[in-house]
């Protein structure tokens, strides 16, 4: 395979490949971790600490959005059910995450007195092998 069939069988061709359907997720938690972190920083530091669950429920929540949309559109290429039971099952699934990063956050954050961003990169990481493989298992599975 020449590296141009390589690239593109990894950043556009559909791949039901676990590998390559892995590296695009880690891609697309990157994107979503951008947004999330950018905005949980953002209201953190216009609107201060006090709420930082709440700027956690809303970053986290955009964050999803991103997740979802790459997820769809790039990362799984095997969609096994209606698209209204699909949605609701990535909504259970993000938040069961969000459950997840709000216990991880306030632990580390409030308990701990971890710098926030610290706490929320350290929630993202545990977060991110439980959104792949929920999705995967549940949602994108091969037929």
Do not use: P
Request: charged share 15%.
């Amino acid at each position: 395979m020449n590296t141009r069939s390589l690239i593109k069988s990894v950043f556009s061709d559909r791949s039901d490949d676990l590998k390559v359907q892995l590296f695009r997720y880690g891609i697309a938690g990157l994107t979503a971790a951008t947004v999330d972190t950018g905005l949980l920083a953002l209201l953190t530091e216009l609107f201060g600490e006090r709420l930082l669950l709440l700027w956690t429920a809303i970053a986290f929540s955009c964050g999803l959005a991103t997740t979802y949309l790459m997820s769809i559109k790039w990362v799984f290429s095997n969609r096994t059910m209606n698209h209204t039971a699909e949605l609701l099952i990535f909504i259970f699934i993000g938040l069961v995450g969000l459950g997840l990063t709000e216990l991880l956050v306030w632990v580390f954050a409030i308990k701990l007195d971890w710098h926030y961003l610290l706490a929320k990169i350290t929630a993202a990481t545990t977060v991110f092998i439980w959104n792949f493989t929920a999705k995967k298992l549940l949602l994108f599975r091969n037929r």
